[in-house]
């Protein structure tokens, strides 16, 4: 769920897979979004609960528009794994508006990712494409391909996104 009020756009997401192996059972995110001329400025706190124990993170974004079709951004982080310990992370990333209601987008991150009691240095690429159905209603296809020291992974994903 989306909401903008005083020019700040909080967000809202929970999400969750009971019994999940790799993912958590239970997650909860909130942000912020502030836009100051070409640049949004975000903040978001996650709290995820997975079989091995809770994982909490910070992310700070900040986007920088160039002209009506396209954004770079510039991501970084700090996870706090089941195990108490922190780390840090970044992502990297543009995205195209190729049409009103087409948008095409990349990226690259470094950072961490936990789950079963262990924490694992990953690195990733990602690609999608966004079609905005009504104003208010948007639907992604996404590909993913994570590198990890013990084995690489690809991902298809696909959702569904309501603001309200």
């Not at 992502?91 to 095409?104: D, M, P, Y």
């Not at 990733?124 to 996404?142: E, S, Y």
């Amino acid at each position: 769920a989306t909401r903008v009020a005083a020019d700040i756009t909080w967000s809202l997401a929970l999400g969750g897979a009971p019994k999940a192996d790799f993912r958590p059972e239970a997650s909860i995110r909130v942000g912020a979004e502030k836009a100051l001329g070409q640049w949004q400025l975000g903040g978001y706190l996650s709290r995820s609960e997975y079989a091995a124990g809770p994982v909490g993170k910070l992310d700070l974004r900040a986007v920088r528009s160039l002209g009506d079709a396209a954004q770079l951004f510039l991501q970084g982080g700090v996870v706090n794994d089941e195990n108490g310990e922190s780390h840090l992370g970044y992502g990297v990333g543009a995205s195209w508006k190729l049409a009103t209601t087409l948008t095409l987008d990349a990226s690259w991150s470094d950072g961490v990712e936990s789950s079963d009691g262990a924490t694992a240095d990953v690195r990733a690429m990602n690609a999608g494409a966004a079609f905005d159905l009504t104003p208010q209603l948007r639907i992604r296809a996404g590909l993913s391909h994570e590198m990890r020291d013990a084995y690489d992974r690809t991902e298809a994903s696909l959702s569904l996104a309501r603001t309200f």
